[in-house]
């Protein structure tokens, strides 16, 4: 992925500071960045403890600000960390560790 976090427009930012719960409903902390592709308008990531957790899948509650991860937390812990300038190789490895490749 190129460079197209564009953070001005990124619209999950209010995101941020969000608590985050894993699949069995445990804390794991907060929503420390958020990684939007503005090109596409989809968010990819959010970054918890430092670690990528890909956007599939999760569950929203801004009324709560919290979200609902449907990975458990070991999975979360041992993901790669979030790169400052996530590419397409980065990708292929996170989705990889959360079991989410697409077919080739």
Do not use: I, Q
């Not at 719960?21 to 794991?28: M, Q, R, T, W, Y």
């Not at 890909?54 to 609902?68: K, Q, S, T, W, Y």
């Amino acid at each position: 992925m190129e460079e197209a976090n564009h953070r001005p427009d990124n619209p999950y930012t209010e995101w941020e500071g969000y608590e985050v719960l894993d699949a069995a409903g445990e804390p794991l902390g907060r929503v420390e960045r958020t990684v939007y592709d503005a090109p596409s308008g989809v968010l990819k990531y959010l970054c918890v403890g430092g670690r990528a957790v890909p956007a599939e899948g999760l569950d929203a509650e801004p009324d709560r600000r919290r979200v609902l991860l449907p990975h458990p937390a070991e999975k979360v812990r041992s993901a790669p960390p979030l790169e400052e300038r996530p590419d397409g190789d980065f990708d292929r490895r996170v989705r990889r560790h959360y079991g989410l490749e697409r077919p080739r």
